[in-house]
């Protein structure tokens, strides 16, 4: 195993009743890693997100984040869902703060960050709007900001991006590229969208479905940063081809 | 204040309607009196009035404020504990098909003719929207808002404090404000079964001496206290919730 690998998944299962959603599922994922993790709905990618963020327990193998066996939410994680899940009384400020509140982390020492971040996702002049008042995509850029706030040296989205219209999706996937470079988080993305997944990920996990085992771990040797004019290159193009013959959807190339 | 104007003219329509009943059917005053003359009584007997609508509104209140405060922790105690859901729900259910007017005379037998068990009879038959409204509200937390509350390690009161209440007041208003409505209608049975004063009193003995314009008074009386009760909720509610969609768009539809 490697040193500085983040995520250690070794013979993970997990089953409801009778019904086996994930099957002996081994991996790592290294710190400053872009993780994309595809497969057809049902696959178990969302059960796979939510072990690894401790949020419902693993029935068998071995799970660890940072070197520590996962026994619930840590401290050093940040989420953001397929809705925004914003509390509709607070603000664009007091939204993202409510993770420091939970946490109960000093305002003051992350009034600084919060700022940043809120620039760096271009909310700058929303900042007491309601979530009401902002469109989908917006609402996305605060749920990111939200998970973000803390400095969690892991970030997990489970499809933030699926529920957006095209050009606001790729706007996103732009910043979420530029956020992960800047900040050198690890970050791990279940989507069903393969050029999502290709465009923005170092690896691109693809899951087979029911029982989801993982079909295998697609590269994608192309440098950083990556532009969606860029899509046609060989490179990009092998990797998508290969993801989508893994998932066994030959009528979409 | 535009937003006066359209109720205002189903009010003119309603008067206009009673009038015209009254004059082209010959309807003899002391089954449908003039709306004229309900006023006039309504004048001359206004503080007689005022004095039995106070003690009617009292009765409302208390039976109301009381489904508020026994209401909202029973449904509290029922959604946290499924045990608690299993041995209280189901009673809860049949105390609503048993008709609880039918137990207002043995709580005037137990408890007598005061201000008390009129309380008593209004708190039962206005509580139960507030409970049912409030379980379905406290219950109306996302999955998604619960892992996110679970991966920020929350606990189980910032959970309630910070997520689960807020998001359970929009359901929680909506069953307060049938309970409101109820409440006044509790306060009148009350009366019916034994009392000396009230607007329910005053509409047994009117009935008794077919004192028609003195039921109309009552009845006009009875519907003011209503939607003033009703509209007071309504005002602490867009105080208390101003971001929730049903505050919202009523702003902007009145525009």
Redesign the interface.
Known sequence: MSVDSVIELSGVTQRYGDLVALQGLDLQVNAGEFISIVGSSGCGKSTLLRLIAGLMPLSEGELRVNDKPVEGPGEDVGIAFQTSALLPWRNVEQNIALQLEIRKLPRARFEHELRRLIDLVGLKGFENHKPYELSGGMQQRVALCRALIHDPSLLLMDEPFGALDAMTREQLNLELQRIWMETGKTVVLITHSITEAVFLADRVVVLTARPGQIAEVVDVPVSRPRRFSGLSAPAFQQACDRVRSLMNAPGLD | MKTMVYPLITFVLFVVGWYAVSILFEVPPYLLPRPEAVAERIYQDFAFLCHHALVTTYESLGGFFLSIVLGIPLALLITSSSILEKAIMPWLVLSQTFPKVALAPLIIVWFGLGMGPKIVITFLVAFFPVVISSIVGLRSM?R??V????????TRL?VFW??RL??ALPSIFSGIKVSVAFSIVGAVIAEWVGASEGLGYLLLSANANLDTTLLFSVLAFLTVIGVVLYYAIEYLEALL?P???TI?LKETTSL
């Open positions: 996302e998604e808002m892992e996110l509350a679970a991966s920020m390690r929350a910032q910070k997520f807020p998001l919730i971001w929730h969609a919202r």
